[in-house]
């Protein structure tokens, strides 16, 4: 096979780009990646046609509260960083550094999660349901869909790191690891979005 | 190989000349952390603070937002990196596509009234 890898020495410095199984994985997470931003585009475009169609419901400026967003920003972008440590782990084969970022990921995206479900709690009871107006639709279907998303993420790397508790690094689940990172640092943009374009703008413009 | 992919291994193939390339790029990594961290706080005070025009904020946030994006993009997800032209080639017509549909849709939806 012409990109078989040498294993002689130990791990690969690339575990996850050393088979070609891992660079397909790789690409194809790439791949699936462009998809999404082009449907999270469709959702933001939306909102923010509507965001003005309040139909005499609650406007984002009576609802919206910085401290809240900013704590789960301030969560979800730490995430993305505990994930990079844990790529970063994987690539010098220490298995439980690796196994430890990925659960403080974990974590920090339970967080998120658990706030999210309580700031649309919240917003239920301020009178904002999801038929109210085209606002409350398209905000909840935006966010939410982000929050469909992180709950996918968390899903995903606990099964990864329940099936991997004692594997190793192998060529196997690296690449699978990785992808995850891959998609994790795409929830924390498409985070990014989010905050500036629905919980800024809708504070301050 | 096929018949080991499933096997840990005892150590790491890498020289000490990786190993130092990767604690360089690790450290790089967490800067950009931290600058994230730093712009993030930046577009939040931008928001909260009195007195500053929202003809200048939403700007000045949606552009901050921007820095964000290139800096998960290229030092998160690796894309400054060698051999990643085809996820570069991806993700950028994700982008270019991306971005008439938002415009498009806030035409559509903001002009024509529901």
Known sequence: MADSVDVNKGLPANPEKATLEGKNKFLGMFVFLAGETTMFATFFGTYLGLRSGTASGPESADLFQLPLVFIMTMILLTSSLTSVLATFAMKKNQFGKLKLWMWVTFLLGVSFLSLEIYEFVEYYEHGLGYTTSAFASSFYTLVGLHGAHVLFGLGWILLLLLRNRNAGITLTNAPKFYAFSLYWHFIDLVWVFIFTVVYLMGIGG | ?114
């Open chain 2, 1 to 114: 190989m096929a018949e080991n992919l499933d096997q840990p291994f005892k150590e790491s193939a890498m020289n000490s000349e990786e190993r130092r390339k990767i604690n360089r790029e690790q450290r790089t990594q967490v800067i950009a952390f931290a600058f994230m961290i730093g712009i993030t706080i930046l577009a939040f005070l931008a928001v909260g603070a009195e007195g500053i025009p929202n003809a200048f904020t939403v700007p000045f946030i949606l552009l901050l937002a921007l820095v964000q994006l290139i800096l998960q993009l290229y030092y998160f997800m690796h894309l400054k990196d060698k051999d990643h032209g085809w996820p570069n080639s991806f993700m950028i017509s994700g982008l270019v596509l991306a971005a008439p549909m938002i415009a498009a849709l806030i035409l559509l939806l903001g002009v024509v009234k529901y």
